[in-house]
Structures are given as structure tokens and as C-alpha cells.
């Protein structure tokens, strides 16, 4: 079972670029999250959608967009990367919000913003 | 002040030890506690969740909440060097869920 897929697993940006972060999750979940870790700091959530068609901001969504595309798949977009996104960014997924504590997380993308 | 604390290490112990990691907490609400180990450069793996006070025990693993004191701990029994990783604790109350910052733990063979 693959779990949660992120793609890509790498990524360098130069500050002004764009560039939409992968999540697909084949566990049927209803409930999809974007989290941040940086160094010192426990994991920031992002964005969640709780489930298809809706999404609504975390502790930490400046600067970042979601997009629900289906049941599966749960994207994130930084329109115009700053240093400060420089961060590993992670997706989870759980079988509904009250479900949280039973979420899985997927490998991460590590994104250097330059 | 943080809403959980947990100190970052690094802890390092022998194999077969017992290994004690631990939280703290300072909003009442919570009442679900989780475990996660993170292997290097990985992603967060749950290892257990407990709610309310209480023990809870999977195999090697135990998990402790102390709701009183705003305590949680996990204790790590004939600890193996795979066991090496940090550890990350997190808490829910309603939809809201805080992580810790982790322990890096290293098991010595």
C-alpha cells in the first residue's frame, strides 16, 4: 500500500518562483492536511480540507493556496516563494477531522527557497 | 510559552535500556495524546494515542498521561538501536492538534 504519495521529494526555488506541491492518499480518507516543520519547531498546519470540495486555513497560511482536486488528491501552491518557505513540507491524511490522531503522513517534500 | 514543550535532546543511551521521552502541556482542553517516531528524513510515523489519562501498552512502547500535572510521557522498554529517531509528541482537543518539536533519541549498539 503506498499510503500518501508527495511529489516531489526535492525541490530548490529561486524567490518570486511558483510551484504546486503533490499529495495523493489511497486510503480512502475524507480529510487531507498540509503541514510545515522547521528546525525547533513542532509541525504548523497549513491548510486542511476536511473533506472533497472543502479547505480552510491553519495556524500558519500566508503565502500558500490549496486546491482539493478529488477525494484523493490535496495540492499545495506557493505562488511567489519567499526564503521563509524554505521548510519540509508535509501531507497527511485521516478518515475524518475528528480522526486526526490517527493520521498518516506522507515522506515530505524538503523545499529550499534561494 | 509554548503550548507543548518537549526537549529536543539529542538522548543517548545504551541498547536494552529503558527510555523515557516526555511532554508537557499547558492547555487543559486536549484530550487525545499521540507518539510519532520520525526516522531521518522520513515522515512521521504514529506509534500510539491515548485518551484521557491513563496507560496505554504496545508491545515495547508505553504510553503515560498525566491530565493533573500536564504530562505525557513514553517509555521505550529494551530499547534497540532501530529505535533511533526523534520523537514527536502532539495533542488534540477538538480540532485543534499541537505538535512538540521532537526528541532525537540515538540507541548505541
Known amino acids: 500500500n503506498a499510503g500518501v504519495t508527495q511529489t516531489p521529494k526535492f525541490q530548490v526555488l529561486k524567490t518570486g518562483q511558483s510551484m504546486t506541491l503533490q499529495c495523493a492518499q489511497d486510503?480512502?480518507?475524507?480529510?487531507m492536511y498540509w503541514y510545515r516543520q522547521d528546525p525547533g519547531m513542532g509541525l504548523r498546519l497549513i491548510y486542511y480540507?476536511?473533506?472533497?470540495?472543502?479547505?480552510d486555513k491553519g495556524e500558519v497560511p500566508n503565502g500558500y493556496n490549496v486546491s482539493r482536486l478529488n477525494k484523493r488528491e490535496f495540492s499545495l501552491r506557493l505562488e511567489s516563494a519567499a526564503p521563509s518557505q524554505t521548510s519540509v513540507y508535509f501531507c497527511?491524511?485521516?478518515?475524518?477531522?475528528?480522526?486526526?490522531?490517527?493520521?498518516?503522513f506522507g515522506q515530505g517534500t524538503r523545499l529550499t527557497v534561494v | 510559552q509554548k503550548e507543548v514543550e518537549q526537549d529536543p535532546g539529542p538522548l543517548s543511551v545504551p541498547e536494552g535500556a529503558i527510555v523515557s521521552l516526555n511532554c508537557t502541556y499547558s492547555?487543559?482542553?486536549?484530550?487525545?495524546f499521540m507518539w510519532y517516531r520520525q526516522y531521518s528524513r522520513k515522515g512521521p510515523e504514529l506509534l500510539m494515542y491515548?485518551?484521557?489519562?491513563g496507560n496505554k501498552e504496545d508491545g515495547r512502547f508505553t504510553a503515560q498521561v498525566d491530565k493533573s500535572s500536564k504530562y505525557i510521557s513514553l517509555f521505550i522498554r529494551d530499547s534497540q538501536p532501530s529505535d533511533s529517531a526523534t520523537y514527536l509528541c502532539?495533542?488534540?482537543?477538538?480540532?485543534?492538534?499541537?505538535f512538540g518539536a521532537g526528541t532525537r533519541l540515538f540507541v548505541k549498539a
Open positions: 497527511a491524511s485521516s478518515e475524518a477531522l475528528d480522526r486526526v490522531q490517527r493520521a498518516f
Open positions: 502532539a495533542m488534540r482537543g477538538g480540532f485543534k492538534t499541537i
Open positions: 480540507s476536511a473533506s472533497e470540495g472543502t479547505t
Open positions: 492547555n487543559s482542553a486536549f484530550q487525545y
Open positions: 486510503m480512502n480518507h475524507n480529510s
Open positions: 491515548t485518551y484521557s489519562s
